[in-house]
């Protein structure tokens, strides 16, 4: 079997992570299958890709990013026909196709000419013009769309006539985790781990941070990890100099982009997650909870779904750095009463989000194989009309519409 699987990153955040994780559950399930990967470019994401794939194959993708519309919409359009053209090529050599996110524009084209072939990965919640965009473009893909969550799904509010599922995204965690040992006598370590943008909140986290009375800062040991897309300086200086104003420089540290976030996580007793726009699902608080460190979430988007509050963490209303702040002074002063919430956020990622969620998105990838093969077959006999076997022409079109249950 030929599965292709196109994503539009080559780093190794949040959705470079979850692509790596859905590749490797297709070896999992198919150890010979030749499994492609396409990528934009080389990067850090490609070194774990070699391991579970039979090839990584960088091409000119057409990804649809905030910062590179202008061009797009003016030399972009030009090359757009020879990228539907390579999209289409690659697609029609496959037997499965995997595209990761909505942005790879080419493919969800081109997918509509290859009907029951193409699953598309969902993993964002786009905003109000754009998500109306989205929403037509995979209408017109045809493609059988797989959504990271409940909140990513009713933002699109697709028709019922579109073949569509719920499943949360695999995340791998350590076998065994250090319990946590915070008791208030030395400062509680505060992780917030991201990539810097206007959406991950991390300006929120330092005015919450800012509105905190000086004993309880005192308690705070805060580490701010990750960078900005291609290198935004400009949003980087602008936290440094908010830490600097709000004279937080002794409490609160930056760090670049790490590969593995495992280490960051241990080294936390809680995890931050502040965001300002939907999540589509909160893949750093399903993170935290792999190794047994509880949230504080933001209850927007896909994180409601994630983060159980008051049972293995906490959900703050979303744009409000007083909560946020209240949040992290009870985390800091009373330790007793969040003691449990460890081995609870542990037991909900092992429920919902470790091996289950796996073998969800193998069991779509073999449904759509086996209607690729059973209609390959259907095409063989009516080239063969001699053969003196008869099947009806179904073409491969019937599919369960049902939504695979989420676990929420």
């Not at 994780?21 to 492609?36: C, K, Q, T």
């Not at 799904?153 to 076998?175: K, M, W």
Request: include cysteine; hydrophobic fraction near 45%; aromatic fraction near 6%.
């Amino acid at each position: 079997m030929r599965i292709l699987c196109v994503h539009q990153g080559y780093e190794l955040y949040g959705s470079d992570r979850s692509f790596v994780e859905s590749v490797a559950a297709l070896r999992e399930a198919w150890p010979d299958a030749d499994i492609e990967v396409v990528l934009p470019r080389d990067g850090p994401i490609v070194a774990p890709l070699q391991s579970v794939a039979s090839r990584v194959r960088f091409a000119p993708i057409w990804v649809l990013r905030r910062r590179a519309i202008a061009r797009l919409a003016t030399i972009g359009v030009l090359r757009l026909p020879v990228a539907l053209w390579r999209a289409a090529r690659a697609i029609a050599a496959a037997d499965v196709v995997y595209v990761n996110t909505i942005v790879i524009i080419d493919y969800l084209i081109a997918a509509r000419f290859f009907p029951d072939r193409v699953l598309v990965h969902v993993h964002e919640i786009p905003e109000r013009h754009a998500r109306k965009a989205f929403r037509a473009l995979l209408r017109w893909s045809r493609a059988e769309l797989i959504f990271n969550s409940q909140a990513t799904r009713s933002a699109f509010d697709l028709p019922s006539s579109t073949v569509q599922h719920v499943v949360y995204n695999a995340i791998a965690g350590p076998p065994h985790i250090a319990g946590l040992d915070y008791d208030g006598a030395r400062p509680l370590r505060l992780l917030m781990i991201g990539r810097i943008n206007r959406i991950k909140g991390q300006d929120l986290l330092i005015e919450a941070l800012e509105s905190l009375p000086a004993a309880v800062t005192r308690r705070l040991d805060v580490r701010i990890v990750g960078g900005s897309f291609e290198n935004d300086s400009a949003r980087e200086n602008a936290l440094h100099r908010q830490v600097q104003s709000a004279n937080l420089q002794g409490i609160v540290r930056f760090e670049p982009f790490r590969p593995d976030p495992a280490p960051l996580y241990q080294w936390a007793d809680v995890v931050v997650i502040p965001s300002r726009r939907p999540e589509s699902l909160g893949r750093v608080a399903i993170e935290a909870m792999a190794h047994g460190r509880p949230a504080i979430a933001a209850a927007i988007g896909g994180l409601t779904e994630v983060v159980d509050h008051g049972v293995s963490g906490w959900l703050v209303p979303p744009n409000d750095p007083a909560r946020l702040a209240d949040a992290i002074a009870q985390a800091v002063a009373e330790p007793q009463s969040w003691r449990t919430y460890s081995s609870a956020a542990r037991a909900r990622w092992q429920a919902v989000f470790g091996e289950r969620a796996t073998r969800q998105i193998q069991a779509l990838v073999r449904a759509t194989a086996a209607r690729r093969a059973a209609a390959q077959a259907a095409t063989r006999m009516d080239a063969d009309p001699g053969s003196g076997m008869w099947s009806p022409r179904t073409n491969g079109t019937s599919r369960d519409k049902s939504d695979m249950d989420s676990g929420a």
